[in-house]
């Protein structure tokens, strides 16, 4: 009877650890695949963005669990559910767009990458991201 009970739990308990990594392997996430944080850049700075566990689609499309990204340059993440401003320093990627050039002043910089829904309302700050990156003056 024990060698049976034996059986039973082994593969209950690897279920269940299986289960803990697939969940927090399906937890949403956006993150920037260039530039690194903390690196020293030069103009025009390649931003590439990166997202887990959303799709990317097109502003104005109102698909659950989807959005595009914004770059936000030395400001904070945006509330859940706040409408991602358009202005200078919040940058819009309405069509889809995973990449983009930056050019910024001689400096430290942060860059604030926000993903949000069709309608530009941020999904807050556990979908996004925020690096620091030294620009390079003119030389």
Not at 20 to 49: E, M, T, Y
Not at 81 to 102: C, I, M, N, R, Y
């Amino acid at each position: 009877m024990l060698r049976s009970m034996r059986c039973i739990v082994v593969p209950l308990a690897l279920a269940c650890a299986s289960t803990a990594v697939l969940a927090q392997a399906a937890q949403p996430r956006v993150f920037f695949v260039a530039p690194a944080n903390g690196a020293v850049v030069s103009n025009p700075v390649v931003v590439k963005f990166g997202v887990e566990g959303m799709a990317i689609k097109p502003a104005g499309e109102g698909v659950p669990n989807t959005g595009h990204h914004h770059l936000i340059i030395d400001g904070d993440p945006i509330p859940a559910g706040q409408v991602v401003p358009a202005d200078d320093s919040h940058l819009h990627f309405g069509k889809g767009q995973t990449e983009t050039t930056v050019n910024l002043t001689p400096g430290d910089h942060t860059l604030t990458m926000q993903f949000a829904d069709g309608a530009h309302r941020s999904y807050g700050p556990a979908m996004s991201q925020t690096i620091k990156v030294h620009v390079k003056g003119q030389q």
